[in-house]
């Protein structure tokens, strides 16, 4: 089951990045490293850059990982971002708005 939640995560991840108006970044927990991952603003392209971690988030991933029973050439998705370039154009022009889900945990 674990890994159907992320295939179908990154699925998902997948379908936004195609979209030219949306503009995307990711954490991803791959062959002992954390990676962010971006596609948007500043350039369209997807680029992937290696982040330092330190040791107590490393043991905390080590334990998630093995707790989702994830091997070693699995990815783990840590953290995604969306935002269309409406979005951004808007916080751009004005800091003071926040577009954010404020639903969560409303419906059960």
Avoid at 15 to 22: D, K, L, M, T, Y
Avoid at 52 to 79: H, N, S, W, Y
Wanted: net charge negative; aromatic share 14%; with cysteine.
């Amino acid at each position: 089951m674990p890994h159907l939640l992320f295939i179908s995560t990154f699925f998902y991840l997948y379908f936004f990045s195609v979209r030219a108006e949306i503009n995307h970044f990711y954490v991803v927990h791959e062959n002992g490293g954390l990676y962010a991952c971006s596609k948007g603003r500043p350039t369209k392209a997807l680029a992937k850059k290696r982040l330092e971690c330190p040791d107590e988030i490393e043991e905390e991933l080590a334990g998630l990982r093995k707790d989702f029973l994830l091997t070693d050439d699995c990815q783990m998705l840590v953290l995604v971002s969306m935002a269309t370039d409406e979005m951004i154009r808007l916080v751009s022009m004005f800091p003071e708005v926040w577009f954010m889900d404020t639903t969560a945990g409303e419906y059960d």
